[in-house]
């Protein structure tokens, strides 16, 4: 098999998005450890089930929708739920999952939180760029993450392979569900 080397032009595209997004990244988890006391993963739980229905989620429903695997969702949520924030409970209508729900006081520190949240994913990407890269941003992170996904042409990710659907390793245990 020929190895197809990055040309220069992809070479610094390449080198300008890692750049670019480990950067973000460190910006907006920082605003967030300062200003609410938590990483984004945990933000991004409770924006999550805050714009659910009743505020619930099904575990492997978060986690399919924060695109990471349950035993990483299942950390957050225990963290979150020893802050107060978020509770657990059983699943009625399907015995084998459980429920991630937004406490009040996790509403109250979302709210808290987000106007200065906004602020900083404004000031960092969106104040940057044109309305025409806005788009054409959308355009292409939701490429590349079909494609990831396994929902392009075929030619993308085996469905096991995306992170929700990973199983955990019998030594991890498996407690997402």
């Known amino acids: 098999m020929t190895t197809r080397w990055l040309t220069p032009e992809e070479q610094r595209a390449w080198r300008a998005y890692i750049a670019a997004s480990r950067l973000l990244e460190d910006a907006i988890d920082r605003q967030l450890q300062q200003e609410g006391g938590m990483p984004h993963l945990f933000?991004?739980?409770?924006?999550n089930l805050s714009d659910a229905p009743d505020r619930r989620l099904r575990m492997?429903?978060?986690?399919?929708?924060?695109?990471?695997?349950?035993?990483?969702?299942?950390y957050a949520v225990t963290r979150?739920?020893?802050?107060?924030?978020?509770?657990?409970?059983n699943c009625r209508w399907d015995k084998r999952s459980s429920l991630a729900v937004l406490t009040d006081e996790g509403?109250?520190?979302?709210?808290?939180?987000?106007?200065?949240?906004v602020e900083t994913v404004r000031a960092l990407l969106?104040?940057?760029?044109?309305p025409e890269q806005v788009r054409q941003l959308e355009e292409i992170c939701?490429?590349?993450?079909?494609?990831?996904?396994?929902?392009?042409?075929?030619a993308g990710a085996a469905t096991e392979d995306v992170p929700w659907r990973?199983?955990?390793?019998?030594?991890?245990?498996?407690?997402?569900?």
């Open 126 to 130: 969106f104040d940057r760029i044109t």
């Open 166 to 177: 990973r199983r955990s390793t019998p030594c991890q245990g498996s407690t997402a569900d």
């Open 43 to 47: 933000y991004s739980v409770l924006a």
């Open 107 to 117: 509403t109250a520190v979302l709210e808290r939180t987000a106007p200065g949240h």
């Open 80 to 89: 979150l739920e020893r802050d107060g924030l978020v509770r657990r409970e």
């Open 142 to 154: 939701t490429g590349i993450a079909r494609g990831l996904q396994g929902e392009d042409d075929g």
């Open 60 to 74: 492997t429903d978060l986690a399919e929708t924060l695109k990471i695997t349950r035993s990483r969702l299942t």
